[in-house]
C-alpha cells in the first residue's frame, strides 16, 4: 500500500517490494491511484480499470476491500493482475525454486562449462562469433575474463539444430519504432542454448498447481529480457583521471527489439534465481487477505467484495455494465502511438503459451500491416469515454492518465464538448518513476503524464478546494504534448 498524501501524488517514489517485481510498459506508479480510491471511495463502491496493464490498481482496492473490474486485451497483463491478487505463500514459492534447482540447476550449468570444468557466467559476442567468456570467481567479486575455446565453439555448435518445445509460434510485424520486422523469429532474439534452458525450466514449471506456476511463469517472463540476445554489452563507460576504460559491461536490454552487435549471452539459470529470489523476498512481506473473485458483471454486482479480471475488449466489456454503477474509473489508456504493448509482450505471451488478440487493441501502430491509424484510435477512444460517462454513478470520480507525442492524439476529449454527461474538473501532471517502467528514451520519449480529472455534469460536489493542493493542479485542459 503506497504513500496517499497530497502532496505525493504529483512526484511519486519508485517502486518496491511486489510492485517491482515484474516490468511493464509504461506501468504507472500507484500514488495517485491510492489517493483517490482511498479519498474518493467507500466501503464496497466498485472501481474501474478498463486498461488494466500490470494491474498494480487490483491490489490497491484489494487493501481497501473495494469492489474491482479490470479488463485489458493483453494476455500478459491478465496473468500478472490474477498473480497480485493470488500471491502464493513465500515458503510455497521458495521450495517450488528448491525443487527445480535439484533436478535442473546443474543440467542447464552443464551446458555453460568450459573446458577446464568452470560455468560460465556469460558469454560477449560480437555479431555471431563469440569473443569471450566470463565466470564468477570462487572468491571475491572480480570476475574472471578468459578467451574463447574450441571448447566452448563446440558448446554452441551442439545447439544448432535445437528447435524450442515449449514457446508457441512469435507473432512479429515490420515496426522500425520497436526494431521489429515480420521475417523475425525467436532464434533471433535468443541463443538456441538459451531456448533449450528455456525449455528445461518450463518442462519443469509445468509440473506445479496453477497459482504457484504461474508465479513461476512470471518469473521466467521477468528474466526472459536478460536471458535474450538483447542485452547491450557497454564500452567506455565512466572516465576515470581522464582515462577512457575499456572495460566492457553489462548493460540491459532496451525497450523493443534490437538486437546490438555487440552484446551478451548469460547463463538462464542465473537469470531465472535472480528474478525468483527477489521474488521471494518481496513474498514474505505479505500476508493477504483472500479476495473473493467473479466469473462475470452480475456476479460482481450481486456481491458485496471481490473482483472481476476480464481479458477482452474493453468496450465490449463495458457497454454490458448497467449505468450508474461504477464510483471511480481510473485508467491509462493507450497513449496513441506512444508505445505498442502487444507487438513488445509478444515473448511474454509466447512464453505463458498465451494467444493475443491484435486487431482488438486500441493503439496506432507504426506496423503498416497492422493498418491501426489515428483516425480509429480517436473513435474508440471517444466510445470508451462515451461509455465511461454512462456507467459512473452520480457522484463518480473518472481519472484519465495521458499524455501523447502530438496535438491531434489528445482529440478524442473533444467528446467532452459535445456529446457528453461527463464535465472536467482539472488535471495534474505526473512525473514517471524510472524503476520498473519499460521507458522510452528514443527522441520524442516522455517522461510525464498527466492526471485529467472528470466528474458528471451536474454532479453537486465541488472537489476543487481539495484538489487544489495537488502540484501543478490546473483548471485547463493539457492539450499538448510535454516530450521532456
Ligand atoms: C498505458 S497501458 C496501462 C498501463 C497500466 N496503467 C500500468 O500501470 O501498468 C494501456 C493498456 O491498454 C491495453 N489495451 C489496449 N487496447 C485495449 C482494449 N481494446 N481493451 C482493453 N485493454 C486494451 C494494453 O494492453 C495496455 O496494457
Known amino acids: 500500500m503506497t504513500a496517499k498524501t497530497i502532496k505525493d ?23 495517485s491511484i491510492a489517493f483517490f480510491i482511498q479519498n474518493y471511495t467507500n466501503g464496497s463502491d466498485i472501481v474501474l480499470d478498463p486498461f488494466l496493464g500490470s494491474g498494480l490498481i487490483s491490489r490497491e482496492c484489494l487493501y481497501r476491500r473495494r469492489r474491482f473490474i479490470g479488463i485489458d486485451i493483453n494476455p500478459f497483463a491478465i496473468e500478472h493482475t490474477n498473480f497480485l491478487l493470488e500471491l502464493p505463500k513465500a515458503s510455497v514459492f521458495q521450495s517450488a525454486l528448491q525443487k527445480i534447482e535439484t533436478k535442473i540447476k546443474q543440467k542447464i550449468n552443464e551446458t555453460y562449462f568450459t573446458d577446464n570444468g568452470e560455468i560460465a557466467s556469460h558469454y560477449l559476442w560480437s555479431s555471431a562469433e563469440l569473443l569471450k567468456v566470463w565466470m564468477k570467481p570462487k572468491v571475491g567479486r572480480s570476475r574472471i575474463e578468459i578467451e574463447t ?13 535445437y528447435s524450442i518445445r515449449n514457446i508457441r509460434k512469435l507473432t512479429f510485424f515490420t515496426n522500425s519504432r520497436i526494431n521489429s520486422s515480420n521475417q523475425m523469429s525467436i532464434y533471433d532474439l535468443f541463443t538456441r542454448r538459451a531456448l533449450h534452458n528455456i525449455d528445461l525450466i518450463m518442462d519443469e514449471i509445468k509440473l506445479f498447481p496453477d497459482a504457484i506456476q504461474r508465479a513461476l511463469l512470471l518469473t521466467l517472463t521477468s528474466s526472459s529480457g536478460q536471458m535474450s540476445s538483447m542485452v547491450f554489452a557497454i564500452t567506455n ?3 576515470t ?6 572495460k566492457i559491461e553489462v548493460g540491459s536490454w532496451v525497450i523493443g527489439y534490437w538486437r546490438p552487435q555487440l552484446h551478451f549471452e548469460i547463463n538462464v539459470w542465473n537469470c531465472f534465481e535472480s528474478r525468483a529470489k527477489k521474488l521471494y523476498k518481496a513474498l514474505i512481506d505479505i500476508s493477504d487477505y483472500q479476495y473473493p473473485r467473479h466469473e ?23 457497454q454490458k455494465i448497467p449505468e450508474k454503477t461504477i464510483k471511480l474509473i481510473c485508467t491509462d489508456p493507450p497513449h496513441s502511438d506512444r508505445i505498442p504493448y502487444l507487438e513488445l509482450s509478444e515473448i511474454w505471451n509466447s512464453i505463458l503459451n498465451k494467444n493475443v488478440s491484435f486487431e482488438k487493441e486500441i493503439i496506432v501502430s507504426n506496423a503498416k500491416e497492422r493498418n491501426k491509424k489515428k483516425a480509429e484510435y480517436i473513435e474508440k477512444m471517444k466510445l470508451f469515454i462515451g461509455e465511461s460517462s454512462r456507467i459512473l454513478t452520480d457522484d463518480g470520480m473518472f481519472l484519465i492518465y495521458f499524455n501523447a507525442r502530438d496535438q491531434e492524439s489528445w482529440k478524442f476529449l473533444e467528446i467532452l464538448e459535445n456529446n457528453s454527461d461527463l464535465q472536467f474538473i482539472g488535471a495534474f501532471p505526473m512525473e514517471y518513476s524510472a524503476n520498473s517502467v519499460v521507458q522510452d528514451n528514443r527522441k520524442g520519449g516522455m517522461k510525464t503524464d498527466y492526471v485529467l480529472v472528470l466528474k458528471r455534469k451536474g454532479c453537486s460536489i465541488s472537489y476543487k478546494q481539495e484538489l487544489d493542493k495537488i502540484p501543478g493542479w490546473s483548471t485547463l485542459v493539457p492539450q499538448i504534448a510535454s516530450a521532456t
Open 237 to 239: 563507460r565512466g572516465k
Open 296 to 318: 462475470s458483471i452480475s456476479a460482481l454486482l450481486e456481491s458485496k467484495q471481490g473482483a472481476l479480471i476480464l481479458n477482452d475488449d474493453c468496450i465490449n466489456v463495458m
Open 241 to 246: 583521471k581522464n582515462q577512457v576504460s575499456n
Open 9 to 31: 501524488i504529483s512526484n511519486p517514489d519508485t517502486y518496491k517490494g511486489m510492485y517491482s517485481f515484474h516490468k511493464y510498459w509504461g506501468k504507472k506508479p500507484t500514488e
Open 149 to 161: 575455446t574450441s571448447f566452448d565453439l563446440e558448446k554452441v555448435e551442439s545447439f544448432s539444430q
